[in-house]
């Protein structure tokens, strides 16, 4: 399985796949019939006291990865997610942050990469 990200502002591409918004918020100045997506997971975003807490600094990114990879370890709604990512041939992660190398889909991603066997760590 392909594991992509890409921002909710972004155009869809072809090779995207199965679209999975993975914010906790609606994307902002997005209307919801406009946004080309097949499933809102906001259960397995970030919970709004580690949101508030990183406040998107780069600086902070190591240690906001650590703890939502903690956050999501016992996750009911990231088994969830895995068994219904689980056979897709391609996935894209959505996300609305600005920073395309700093935000909770990278470590999603990295995530979910490891739970399906495509990643270090599989199980």
Do not use: C
């Not at 600094?57 to 990231?78: G, I, M, T």
């Not at 959505?94 to 990469?113: C, F, G, K």
Request: without cysteine.
């Amino acid at each position: 399985m392909r594991i992509g990200i890409r921002r909710a502002y972004d155009q869809p591409a072809d090779d995207d796949g199965y679209r999975v918004l993975v914010d906790r918020l609606w994307p902002r100045g997005v209307r919801k019939d406009a946004l080309a997506h097949d499933l809102w997971a906001k259960d397995v975003a970030p919970s709004d006291e580690l949101r508030t807490w990183w406040n998107h600094r780069p600086e902070d990114f190591a240690e906001f990865a650590r703890r939502y990879r903690a956050e999501l370890k016992d996750s009911d709604a990231l088994a969830a997610l895995v068994e219904d990512l689980r056979g897709r041939p391609a996935v894209t992660l959505l996300y609305s942050a600005r920073d395309t190398e700093h935000n909770q889909a990278v470590v999603l991603a990295e995530v979910l990469s490891e739970r399906l066997g495509d990643g270090p760590g599989a199980s």
